[in-house]
């Protein structure tokens, strides 16, 4: 048995004010496990906008956070090709706000030589979503819409689609705060500026084919007018707590679509889904889908980084174990 610590949400509820540093023991390692000693976690939306309660139907509370980090294996079953000193991302689950963590093999992603920690404990959730989602939906040039364009998501999105020579139409919630990366941008509206529906039909023409969705809530059908019939909405986060079937008008020439990485992780052929986590690694080595963290906190800092996260833009880097980060 081993002494370790985690940060545990007791209750739903904002996360800086319901999140506290646990003390516990770590049981017996069981077959097919591997024992991950965490290096370094994030702060992600979707550690958030759990820890809120908005999936509370497959969320049981006190809830370990942290659905992104890096880890290096110091137990394994014998003859596994995942041996001790490899470093590896931990996916389908939460759990990395914590010290150590027994992780099945099969949910363990290794980390090449030539990618530091830093960058891949951001290389899973944004990156792996964006190219999925990417790959997947954009199947012609005509501008994508894309929502919460000051969120690093959106910016890996717009980067992506940049990459490939297709226009990307940016919304946020104020002018005051547009992209910090505006030729990333086509086009950016913000939805507080007047007669910003018609601005957005205007920019995105007759073309206009995919919106990729983080906010939900009752501007998601407002947006989604703009895609010609037969358009694709795809919603992959919920920033605004208010479920899409709730927005009012949302059109009938569009398709609803969903997209979480966490059931797409566990849909998808292993082969294939290893296969594009190369992509995705080679397009953050590479800078195009890389995060610099614009804090870094210990674990133990935990509702500092939180508080911190929630007043600032920019990434938190939590740095877990005595030692730096490779």
Known sequence: MVLMYEVVAT????????????????GQRERGMLRIRMLASTINPSDLVTIAGAYRSRTSFPFIGGFEGVGE???ADPCTSLVEGTRVIPIRRAGCWSELRDVPESDCVPVPEYLSTERACFAYINPMTTVSMVSRYVTG?????VT????????Q??????FRNVPAIGITRSSDRPPSNGKLWSAIIATDAPEWEERLYAAAGQSAHVVFDAVGGLNAGKV???????????????????PIHGSWEFPSHVELKYFH???DAHNSDPVQFAQRFEEVFQFVASGLLATTPAAKFPLSQIRGALAWNSANRGKVL???NAEAPR
Request: proline share 5%; no cysteine; glycine share 10%.
């Open 148 to 155: 919460a364009a000051t969120s690093e998501a959106a910016t």
């Open 318 to 320: 939590l740095e877990i």
């Open 141 to 145: 040039h005509g501008p994508v819409i």
């Open 224 to 242: 989604a007018r703009a895609l010609e019939p037969g358009g694709q909405f795809i919603s992959y986060g919920l920033l605004s707590g208010t």
């Open 11 to 26: 209750r739903p509820g904002v996360a800086q004010d319901v999140v506290e540093v646990r003390s516990m023991v770590l």
């Open 157 to 162: 999105i717009a980067a992506l689609l940049k």
């Open 261 to 263: 990485l966490r059931q």
């Open 73 to 75: 294996v110091v137990a």
